[in-house]
């Protein structure tokens, strides 16, 4: 395989999000000075609150690296997955900028991620709305979306292309999901690669009432709530570890519900995030929407929602407590191993590509499948 070179270096960097490289305690999160948006009482919950920016990764925390939210509000399609809409005015392979409300990203016919190549972690993407095809160097594909979750271990190293294939052609095609990539500890690094889909009617949803009778409704991609058991991880993620209590919850709050957060092991790490709505209280303290709150893991906490409906988004664990070297679409414990990452990839490619195309779609049937490496094939019930 021949080097890679600059520019696809930096649409790899694009791609990820990860703009630097280097040790740090989590990639991407710039730190937190001890005065910087802290609570002065040694008893207040909250340890910092930023606000989100405006487009890009949010701030995480171990054991998370990256987290973004992705909403594109893309026009019918054309037949052929990709936007009826004029492509002019765009910077095709390179457009992030949200013109007209959507973005083509690495796609330069149809939006999306074309192949990309990862190691050393886990993506976890979380589709509320829209659809998403899957194609790897394993041979595995997979159409999902609209509530369904795929669960990626890279483990040792796999190329994958994201597309987002637009299949009405009578009607927009909204597309809303989050991506978040979970660390893996240095044992697992370099385990073989695995994934997992979550059918959105096999996901549980958790709806209640609040002492006023006010609905709230928490939605489990990972992690215990109210004695439910959640679908099982990737064998060798770093959520099937009983050291990891690891959660990830979607909550939706009724205008003026209550609802608490409870408690975790001592130790585990939280960001809860206002995702849309408006202002909400967090143990006391008003928080406006689209905020990363850093929480202690240990109490529970009480948040008021105010008067709009709102949605939170919690991700919680243990940490992995272990130093981080990254570049680009590549996590590992030290430069040495980031160097032979960039090495093995130019000389496998991690298993070659077997698809014609860098951007593969699954055709014009809006039918969601999995069909992972071994063959064998899933469907939602």
Same mark, same amino acid.
């Given at each position: 395989?021949?080097?890679?070179?600059?520019?696809?270096?930096?649409?790899?960097?694009?791609?990820?999000?990860?703009?630097?490289?280097?040790?740090?305690?989590?990639?991407?999160?710039?730190?937190?000075?001890?005065?910087?948006?802290?609570?002065?009482?040694?008893?207040?919950?909250?340890?910092?609150?930023?606000?989100?920016?405006?487009?890009?990764?949010?701030?995480?925390?171990?054991?998370?690296?990256?987290?973004?939210?992705?909403?594109?509000?893309?026009?019918?399609?054309?037949?052929?997955?990709?936007?009826?809409?004029?492509?002019?005015?765009?910077?095709?392979?390179?457009?992030?900028?949200?013109?007209?409300?959507?973005?083509?990203?690495?796609?330069?016919?149809?939006?999306?991620?074309?192949?990309?190549?990862?190691?050393?972690?886990?993506?976890?993407?979380?589709?509320?709305?829209?659809?998403?095809?899957?194609?790897?160097?394993?041979?595995?594909?997979?159409?999902?979306?609209?509530?369904?979750?795929?669960?990626?271990?890279?483990?040792?190293?796999?190329?994958?292309?994201?597309?987002?294939?637009?299949?009405?052609?009578?009607?927009?095609?909204?597309?809303?999901?989050?991506?978040?990539?979970?660390?893996?500890?240095?044992?697992?690094?370099?385990?073989?690669?695995?994934?997992?889909?979550?059918?959105?009617?096999?996901?549980?949803?958790?709806?209640?009432?609040?002492?006023?009778?006010?609905?709230?409704?928490?939605?489990?991609?990972?992690?215990?709530?109210?004695?439910?058991?959640?679908?099982?991880?990737?064998?060798?993620?770093?959520?099937? !570890? &009983?050291?990891?209590? /690891?959660?990830?919850?979607?909550?939706?709050? #009724? %205008?003026? +519900?209550?609802?608490?957060?409870?408690?975790?092991?001592?130790?585990?790490?939280?960001?809860?995030?206002?995702?849309?709505?408006?202002?909400?209280?967090?143990?006391?303290?008003?928080?406006?929407?689209?905020?990363?709150?850093?929480?202690?893991?240990?109490?529970?906490?009480?948040?008021?929602?105010?008067?709009? !409906? &709102?949605?939170?988004? /919690?991700?919680?664990?243990?940490?992995?407590? #272990? %130093?981080? +070297?990254?570049?680009?679409?590549?996590?590992?414990?030290?430069?040495?191993?980031?160097?032979?990452?960039?090495?093995?990839?130019?000389?496998?490619?991690?298993?070659?590509?077997?698809?014609?195309?860098?951007?593969?779609?699954?055709?014009?049937?809006?039918?969601?499948?999995?069909?992972?490496?071994?063959?064998?094939?899933?469907?939602?019930?």
């Amino acid at each position: 395989m021949k080097a890679l070179s600059r520019r696809d270096a930096l649409k790899m960097l694009a791609a990820t999000g990860v703009v630097a490289t280097g040790c740090t305690n989590q990639a991407g999160e710039k730190q937190v000075s001890e005065n910087e948006n802290k609570s002065q009482s040694s008893v207040d919950p909250i340890v910092s609150v930023r606000a989100l920016p405006a487009m890009g990764p949010w701030p995480t925390i171990d054991p998370f690296l990256f987290c973004v939210h992705h909403v594109d509000n893309y026009p019918a399609g054309n037949g052929q997955l990709a936007p009826v809409a004029t492509l002019e005015g765009r910077h095709l392979g390179q457009d992030f900028a949200g013109k007209d409300g959507w973005s083509m990203y690495h796609g330069e016919t149809i939006p999306g991620f074309p192949r990309h190549p990862h190691r050393g972690f886990e993506t976890i993407t979380v589709v509320r709305n829209g659809i998403i095809d899957h194609a790897d160097s394993l041979g595995a594909a997979a159409r999902y979306g609209d509530g369904d979750v795929q669960w990626l271990t890279a483990g040792d190293g796999i190329n994958h292309a994201e597309m987002f294939p637009l299949i009405r052609t009578q009607e927009s095609n909204p597309t809303d999901f989050f991506q978040i990539w979970l660390n893996l500890p240095a044992a697992d690094k370099r385990v073989s690669p695995h994934f997992s889909m979550f059918w959105a009617n096999q996901i549980p949803i958790i709806k209640s009432k609040d002492a006023k009778g006010l609905s709230i409704e928490v939605t489990v991609v990972a992690g215990q709530y109210q004695g439910t058991q959640p679908l099982s991880p990737p064998p060798n993620s770093w959520g099937a !570890s &009983s050291k990891s209590d /690891l959660a990830i919850w979607t909550i939706r709050l #009724e %205008p003026g +519900a209550a609802w608490t957060l409870p408690a975790a092991q001592p130790g585990t790490q939280r960001s809860l995030y206002t995702v849309r709505g408006g202002e909400v209280e967090v143990a006391g303290r008003g928080i406006a929407v689209r905020h990363h709150l850093e929480v202690m893991g240990d109490q529970a906490i009480e948040v008021v929602n105010g008067p709009t !409906s &709102s949605e939170l988004l /919690l991700l919680q664990g243990r940490p992995i407590g #272990e %130093p981080i +070297a990254h570049y680009g679409p590549f996590v590992m414990n030290t430069q040495e191993e980031i160097s032979q990452a960039i090495r093995d990839y130019r000389a496998t490619e991690f298993g070659g590509w077997p698809w014609e195309t860098t951007d593969p779609t699954h055709g014009n049937d809006y039918s969601r499948f999995a069909r992972h490496a071994d063959g064998r094939v899933e469907k939602p019930i």
